[in-house]
Structure formats: C-alpha cells, structure tokens
C-alpha cells in the first residue's frame, strides 16, 4: 500500500513539504497544491517557486495543474518535464466557486463532451505521463459512472479519486462505497481520497476494501484481479488528516505514532522555514495558525490555549502558548480527533 501526501493550497507548498518529509520520512509522494498555467504562456513566479527543482530536492513530488485550456495544460506539461518532472496531475476536483465558475477543476465534470475533448487533446500529446485527482461528479454521484466511462478512455497514469461531490466541498462526509465502482471498471493504478483522519478511519477503509489494501486478498476475488494488476498494490492520499498528525501514515503502515518532542521540533523547525522564506515573523506565525487549526485536534482539550493561539498577535506569545500545548498537552493515543 502507497500513501501519498494531498495537495492542500495555502498549506503543503515547498516549504512544508520539505520539513514534512525531513521530519517523517517515507510517504511514498507528494502533490504540489494546484498551479494554474496562464494563457500568455508562463506560470505566476511567486507559483513556480514550490515546483523549482532545488526547492525539492529529494522529495517525491508530482506537480498539479489547474486548467481547461489544452494548449495551458501542454506547455506547462513541458516546462515540468523540462525540469525533471516525470508526471503531472490534473485537478478535476477544486470546488471553489470562483474556480467552478469558470470551468476548471470541479466545473471541468460538468460538461462531459468538453471533458472528453480536452482528454483527448492533452493525453495525445503531453509529454509527461498524466494523472487524474477527480470527485464523483458536480451536483450527486449518480454522475460518477458517466465520468468513468470517458476518463476510462485515456491512459490515465494514476486515478485519484476524492469520494465527494463538488456540492459536498469538505463539509460532507466522504462516500467511501463510490470508490467500488472505481476499483470495478477502471484500468489503471487507482488511489482512494477522502475522510481518512485517524487510524480508526484507515482500519474501517482497509475493511472495506481489503485487496486493494494487500490485506486477505483470497477472500475477496473481485478486488484481488485489481489489486494484482497494480505494482506494489494501492494507494491512499491522505489530506487534512496528515497535515494534523504529521505521522498518520506512520500509524496506518505500522502503528508508530509521533513522539511529542519529534512534533515540537518540527513545529518549530516548520516555523522557522517560514520566517526565512517570508522574512517576516508575523506573516510566519499566520501560516503556522492555518496549520494548528488542523494539529490542534491531535490534543486532548486544551481550548482555551488553543484559543489563545489563535487570537494571538505577538509573536513572543505565539511561541510560548506552543510551548505550553506541547508541554502540557497529552497527545489523543487514537489520533486526530477533528472538529473540522
Ligand atoms: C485547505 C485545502 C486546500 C486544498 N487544496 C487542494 C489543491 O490545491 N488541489 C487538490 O487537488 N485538492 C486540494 N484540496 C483537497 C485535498 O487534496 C483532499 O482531496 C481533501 O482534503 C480530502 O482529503 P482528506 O479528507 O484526507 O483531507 C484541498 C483541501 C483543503 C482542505
């Protein structure tokens, strides 16, 4: 079983990655957040930076990219490929409504035969191996198999699919059971996203879906001749889940959980990366907030220090609220808990 880290825009640029995978070694990769290729032909710069080569040296990472435009989509599939990139992702899932609005990400499952089209355009001739992160439709999943049958037309180098409708944005449950359908018809590697946040949630995915996760594969035939047809069985890209409990994939793959000094040290090394990178305490310290309100739920209690964290200004308060929650905080033995 592979586990990857999901791209998460505003919190898994370089800079986290790098830290991440310093500190937790092992995920089998990462996506980059969505980059949106502009039609005069280049990429915004403060954007190309989290895919330059020396800003991830080391880190298995795929580039993603947000765009209806075939012609956008190609040349910054070149320019990837370019610089050392050996595939790209395509975002079919973004349900933000200005994205929407204009057709890309999750708007790009509204219009089959346009989909169809631009398919057919950028898998003719991109010059990377392309993978696909899609929901299971736009307003239900009764649309899904339709979506199946056009992307099974394509060679589609990994399929991740995100159990949820553009409707459902985060806000409602993942529907784990749609991925069958996925596993049933599709020809290629396939990856689940969706609603793993803790252990518990992974056990309850593994049951589900035991083959596909390289577990009692004689009991279930059906999902064995898929998970037979993938090198080194399937996939898992884990989200917000991973970003509070920076070892959940750890846990999954062999029940190691983080040790609290490990977290504070990076933590702290995470904040200080952001300082260098942004040249500005502050500005570090409101990033550092978007990550506690997914770490936060790795505590037991603790609200009026998180509270605290939050409204805080200062930054010498910032860190020495930290320094209480990892000193006085007992870590959830079961993981995250969210509340999100
Ligand atoms: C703040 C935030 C930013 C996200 N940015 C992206 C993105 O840039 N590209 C993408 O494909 N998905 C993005 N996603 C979706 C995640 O990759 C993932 O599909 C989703 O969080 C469900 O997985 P999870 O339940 O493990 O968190 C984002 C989600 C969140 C919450």
Redesign the pocket.
């Known amino acids: 079983m592979k586990f990857y880290f ?7 640029d370089y800079i986290f990655r790098n830290t991440h995978h310093r500190f937790f070694p092992g995920l089998d990769r990462y ?4 980059l949106s290729p502009t039609a005069d032909g280049r990429f915004d710069r403060k954007a190309f930076r989290d895919v330059l080569p020396e800003n991830n040296a080391g880190v298995p990472l795929v580039p ?1 990219l ?1 765009t209806r435009h075939s012609q956008d989509f190609l040349w910054a599939a070149k320019l990837l490929a370019e610089n050392g990139y050996s595939q790209v ?1 395509l ?1 079919l ?2 349900p933000s409504g200005t994205v929407v609005a204009k057709g890309k ?1 999750a708007g790009q499952l509204r219009d089959l035969a346009a989909l169809d089209r631009f398919l057919d355009e950028i898998f003719s001739q991109s010059p990377l191996p392309i993978s696909i ?1 899609t929901r299971l439709g736009v307003q239900d999943d009764g649309e899904f198999p339709a979506l199946l049958e056009v992307f099974c037309r394509y060679p589609v180098a990994e399929f ?1 699919v ?1 159990t ?1 409708v553009r409707e459902d944005f ?1 806000r409602r449950p ?1 529907r784990p059971e749609r991925f069958r359908l996925a596993l049933e018809r599709c020809p290629f590697p396939l990856c689940y ?5 803790n252990l518990a949630d992974f056990r309850c995915f593994q049951a589900q879906f035991p083959a596909f996760c390289g577990v009692n594969v004689e009991e279930t035939p059906g999902q064995a001749a898929h998970a037979e047809g993938l090198a080194g069985g399937g996939a898992v ?7 509070a409990d920076p070892a959940l994939f750890l846990r999954c793959k062999n029940g190691t959980s983080a040790d609290k000094n490990v977290l504070k040290a990076y933590h702290d090394t995470l904040f200080e990366n952001y300082c260098s990178a942004f040249g500005n305490a502050r500005n570090a310290m409101s990033r550092m907030k ?1 990550f506690w309100f997914y770490h936060s739920a790795l505590f037991v209690g603790g609200e009026k220090l998180f509270k605290q964290l939050r409204k805080s200004t200062d930054v010498g308060i910032f860190r020495t609220i930290v320094s209480r929650i990892y000193n006085e905080l007992d870590l959830r033995e079961d993981g995250t808990k969210p509340a ?1």
């Open positions: 999901a791209p998460m825009e505003g919190l898994t996506y980059t957040p969505f993603q947000l992702d975002n899932g973004c990400g992160k991740t995100h949820r985060y993942a996203n969706g609603d793993i946040l890209m884990l989200g917000r889940g991973l970003v978007e999100w």
